[in-house]
T-cell receptor, first 113, second 115 residues
Framework: GENVEQHPSTLSVQEGDSAVIKCTYSDSASNYFPWYKQELGKGPQLIIDIRSNVGEKKDQRIAVTLNKTAKHFSLHITETQPEDSAVYFCASIALRGAQKLVFGQGTRLTINP | DGGITQSPKYLFRKEGQNVTLSCEQNLNHDAMYWYRQDPGQGLRLIYY???????QKGDIAEGYSVSREKKESFPLTVTSAQKNPTAFYLC??????????????FGPGTRLTVL
């Protein structure tokens, strides 16, 4: 079945610097890749997603890039702020059988003031 | 958390007891999902339902049961057969079960601890 690997598991950056989180997926047919942010004690919230007909998508300080040939996609956060500290999950959609999201293991991002 | 409520936020149970986690949504979504989250791991799908009175097993359904008698409600029962039930449980919903077109929204979660 579909498998998603996410790296790094923890990431610490200085406020104002950029953060990059990377994911690889196994199902070449997968065509939807969301990113979720989870704050402590809360449920994940969708922050950005990308579909396989585009290579990059931006939303203010957040961007996601997709390389379908290499089967990897990345989350880029620029000008990081303390409120960006959270756990971030990537996911891809498994299309074989019933549709479902397959999640990466998560990245704990810490922004140091 | 977008109109999805889960209760209680924290739940304690003794080993060998069944316990039911509540999930309610007022988004008029057809599809609902239950995930389990353990430290250092991604979310794993337990059960999902794309329509009332129908549900399907996810990747880790053993030791769990669900019902979908009403569109807005999708309770999860953790049975005594679940060998390692201590975890954070997340409920989610989407307009339909087509995850390519529909965003999946999550509730705030219930942390279950087995004593």
């Amino acid at each position: 079945g579909e498998n998603v690997e996410q790296h790094p598991s923890t990431l610490s950056v200085q406020e104002g610097d950029s953060a990059v989180i990377k994911c690889t997926y196994s199902d070449s047919a997968s065509n939807y890749f969301p990113w979720y942010k989870q704050e402590l004690g809360k449920g994940p919230q969708l922050i950005i997603d990308i579909r396989s007909n585009v290579g990059e998508k931006k939303d203010q300080r957040i961007a996601v890039t997709l390389n379908k040939t290499a089967k990897h996609f990345s989350l880029h956060i620029t000008e990081t702020q303390p409120e960006d500290s959270a756990v971030y999950f990537c996911a891809s959609i498994a299309l074989r059988g019933a549709q479902k999201l397959v999640f990466g293991q998560g990245t704990r991002l810490t922004i140091n003031p | 958390d977008g109109g999805i409520t889960q209760s209680p936020k924290y739940l304690f149970r003794k080993e060998g007891q069944n316990v039911t986690l509540s999930c309610e949504q007022n988004l008029n979504h057809d599809a609902m999902y239950w995930y389990r989250q353990d430290p250092g791991q991604g979310l794993r799908l337990i059960y999902y339902s794309q329509i009332v009175n129908d549900f399907q097993k996810g990747d880790i359904a053993e030791g769990y049961s669900v019902s979908r008698e009403k569109k807005e409600s999708f309770p999860l029962t953790v049975t005594s057969a679940q060998k390692n039930p201590t975890a954070f449980y997340l409920c989610a919903s989407s307009v339909t079960g087509n995850l390519i077109t529909d965003t999946q929204y999550f509730g705030p979660g219930t942390r279950l601890t087995v004593l």
